[in-house]
Structures are given as C-alpha cells and as structure tokens.
C-alpha cells in the first residue's frame, strides 16, 4: 500500500511499504484558485490546462507533477466590503 504526503509546496514525497519500492522525490508546482461558485465544468477545464501550462512554462516542472486545486466558494460566504457577493449580485 502506498501513502502520499505533501512536504511543503514545492515537494511530493511517495513512500511505499512494499521493500521492493524505493522512496521518490519530485517537485511539484501546486496552484489552489480560489473562485466564486457559478463557473461551467468547461471553464473550470479550461482554467485548470492554462494553470498548469503556466506554472510548467515558469517553473520547468513536468506536467506530471503540477497539481491545481479549485475551491469554489458559495457567494453568500464571499464579503466584500461588507456585504456578501450573493446580497452585490455577482
């Protein structure tokens, strides 16, 4: 069975406890987006791709190991000075 940590941002550590698997290192670009709820699954695509392309262009990190995590926040739990996203209608 194999367990994976996350040591930081910039390092993926996959350990396993199989004696026959020796312990990898690789650096691993991890964006989190942080957007309102509201976007189609083909923007999001299309956000996650150009993410990715952009941190492998920046950091020369394989594809492979660039990570992009989207958090979609509720409007009603975005403020903005004061009032909430949903209350300005956006």
Not at 18 to 31: I, V
Not at 47 to 62: D, F, N, R, S, Y
Request: include cysteine; charged fraction near 25%.
């Amino acid at each position: 069975m194999s367990a994976c940590v996350c040591r930081g941002w910039a390092t993926w550590v996959c350990a396993s406890s199989e004696p026959d698997r020796q312990q990898r290192t690789s650096t691993m670009p991890f964006a989190q987006i942080y957007m309102l709820e509201g976007r189609t699954p083909e923007q999001k695509k299309a956000v996650i791709e150009k993410v990715t392309q952009a941190l492998q262009e920046a950091t020369g990190a394989p594809k492979e190991t660039i990570r992009v995590w989207i958090h979609e926040m509720p409007k009603e739990n975005w403020g903005i000075a004061g009032v909430s996203a949903k209350d300005l209608g956006r």
